[in-house]
């Protein structure tokens, strides 16, 4: 993986998020590239499907791949040859106490540990005296839904809608705190 997260908005790929140590931040891209090309190919305008751009970008460790990427106030395509890594990504990116009563958690996705991850954090802090939190989502790209699911159960008391979904050929369908949270009373 070359380290991104991107979403694809009017046949564009933009870069969600750069992870923190990644090839691609390595390589000096940024939040909110487009990329415009993958090996020359060119990936923008040209009705590309989401699941097309992680099999172009992904590939063994250590393999290259050019990627040209078009941004805000640069005039000129900006190329980037991103020799590819293993991505091993932590939903927490940082946690400790900011005084002796609040906490600070920065949550920078939602993937398969994202809940584990809060867990340990949250039980970390409240032993360390935690009263309040500032819980930090800037730049967080998103994820696994079920993840957000279960981080907001740690905030709500029981039978609270957290969220639903409804689309035009599926049911509604609703998910609610099933206990009373780790912290639920900030304590």
Do not use: C, W
Not at 144 to 159: C, K, T, Y
């Amino acid at each position: 993986s070359i380290g991104i997260t991107f979403r694809i908005e009017s046949d564009t790929v933009y870069v969600i998020q750069v992870l923190d140590g990644g090839p691609a931040e390595k390589v000096g891209m940024l939040n909110g590239d487009r990329i415009v090309t993958i090996n020359d190919t060119i990936v923008s305008g040209v009705g590309i499907e989401i699941e097309d751009i992680p099999k172009k970008l992904k590939g063994p460790k250590g393999t290259r791949v050019r990627v040209g990427v078009k941004r805000e106030g640069v005039s000129e395509l900006l190329n980037f040859d991103i020799r590819r890594d293993v991505i091993l990504t932590h939903s927490v990116s940082y946690s400790g106490m900011l005084n002796d009563e609040i906490g600070y958690i920065h949550l920078t996705t939602f993937s398969a540990t994202t809940y584990k991850e809060m867990y340990n954090a949250v039980k970390d802090l409240k032993m360390r005296g935690m009263k309040r939190l500032i819980f930090d989502l800037r730049d967080n790209g998103g994820g696994l839904l079920h993840q957000a699911i279960n981080v907001v159960d740690m905030f709500l008391p029981a039978n609270q809608l957290i969220v639903y979904t409804e689309g035009r050929s599926e049911s509604r369908s609703e998910s609610y705190s099933r206990h009373g949270g780790i912290f639920e009373k900030g304590e």
